[in-house]
């Protein structure tokens, strides 16, 4: 199995920017999608980017053109750069790993709060 831990979350004001980072350990780290989901209070967890093993990416439409994911296979990371944050940002964030399509694991989460 693979195991995730994620870092970096914070509080950044409207417009500012963090860098959350997601470790794994455990399987082989290139073979997964890995993904950042995140979810506020009251709301669904939502999938809000993704990149393949194959370093194909996609986002939500919410946060198309501010969050970037990327990966480093070498130092088993997945992160997530998110930049011009607004306030409906907040949430816990989640990274997680899959393979073909299937959900295998997930960290515990990172508090994002974008406020003033």
């Known amino acids: 199995q693979v195991q995730l831990a994620e870092s970096g979350g914070g509080l950044v004001q409207p417009g500012g920017s963090l860098r959350l980072s997601c470790a794994a350990s455990?399987?082989?780290?290139?073979?997964?999608?890995m993904g950042w989901y995140r979810q506020a209070p009251g709301k669904q967890r939502e999938l809000v980017a993704a990149?393949?093993?194959?370093?194909?990416?996609n986002y939500a439409d919410s946060v198309k053109g501010r969050f970037t994911i990327s990966r480093d296979n070498a130092k088993n990371t997945v992160y997530l750069q998110m930049n011009s944050l607004k306030p409906e940002d907040t949430a816990v964030y989640y990274c997680?790993?899959?393979?073909?399509?299937?959900?295998?694991?997930w960290g515990q989460g990172t508090q994002v709060t974008v406020s003033s």
């Open positions: 997680s790993a899959s393979k073909t399509l299937v959900l295998v694991a």
């Open positions: 455990g399987s082989i780290f290139s073979a997964y999608t």
């Open positions: 990149i393949t093993s194959g370093s194909r990416t």
